[in-house]
């Protein structure tokens, strides 16, 4: 019996909830819409909140309740996962109220939710580029905020999502080796070298540094020993080269056995 009341008492809250926000959102009192869209946001009831909110910005421009409006706005969408429109909002906040009270918290918010939102690193990284654009501009305009910490952690995250794209790239090319041959000398190999430099320059204290050290070694080597005699000497040298930058700064490094026969075999051939 308690629990049929208990239900009962639920449903008649619920139809008297629904009958309220119905009645505010029909209202043309934008005060009283602001105070429920306000209460809505305070009690966790985001969408709510938002959909009110949508009405009262566009016609509360650059005055002090459309500058907490547009804010609220944006948090609203932030608290319901939707990253991308939230950092619409956020944008237009700070763009729109460049010295305003919320302008701190919403560059930060802006890149935040890009980064909660930065696709699987096989996909188009464009968010992820967006998202450390806007932790750079956080950082420069208030380098002494107490969310300094949190976007550098989270633009080094981002960082490391973008160098390990690049390792799939550099593994990829040097899987493929000769296959599907690339209509130029090196073909796949020459693809690994370039791609596994240009991440060590763009990336260079990466996590991955050891692999693409690696793998640009590995290729460079294939690429030796297939060239025709006239050009294979320079090219051994060349993977020397890249032998003694791997020991030097990876004296213990987990690829190190495997390149020390690659570094026998090329002073062998180079000796004959």
């Known amino acids: 019996m308690k629990s049929g009341n208990t239900i009962f008492i639920l449903i008649v809250l619920l139809f008297v909830s629904c009958g309220e926000y119905n009645k505010v959102l029909k209202s043309t009192d934008y005060n009283a819409k602001f105070s429920y869209a306000k209460k809505y946001f305070e009690q966790g009831k985001y969408s709510r909140a938002a959909t009110l909110l949508e009405d009262i910005v566009p016609i509360s421009r650059n005055t002090a309740r459309g500058e907490e409006a547009l804010y609220l706005l944006a948090r609203s969408y932030y608290n319901m996962k939707d990253y991308q429109t939230s950092s619409e909002y956020f944008k237009s906040y700070f763009t729109s109220y460049p010295k305003g009270e919320y302008a701190e918290l919403a560059h930060y918010y802006s890149a935040y939710g890009l980064y909660l939102d930065s696709p699987d690193p096989r996909l188009d990284q464009t968010d992820t580029y967006k998202s450390m654009r806007q932790f750079q501009t956080f950082l420069d305009l208030y380098p002494q ?53 240009n991440a060590l320059r763009d990336y260079p204290f990466s996590k991955y540094r050891e692999e693409f050290m690696y793998y640009m070694l590995r290729s460079k080597y294939e690429i030796a020993v297939k060239s025709v005699d006239e050009k294979k000497e320079y090219r051994y040298r060349d993977v020397v080269d890249e032998y003694y930058s791997y020991l030097n700064e990876f004296p213990e490094g987990k690829y190190l056995k495997e390149i020390k026969k690659l570094y026998a075999y090329i002073e062998k051939e180079l000796k004959n």
């Open 145 to 197: 905020s107490e969310h300094k910490e949190s976007a550098q952690n989270s633009m080094f995250e981002l960082q490391e999502k973008l160098a390990y794209k690049e390792l799939l790239a550099v593994r990829l090319y040097y899987n493929l080796g000769d296959y599907l041959l690339i209509p130029f000398s090196g073909g796949n190999y020459l693809s690994c070298v370039i791609t596994a430099q």
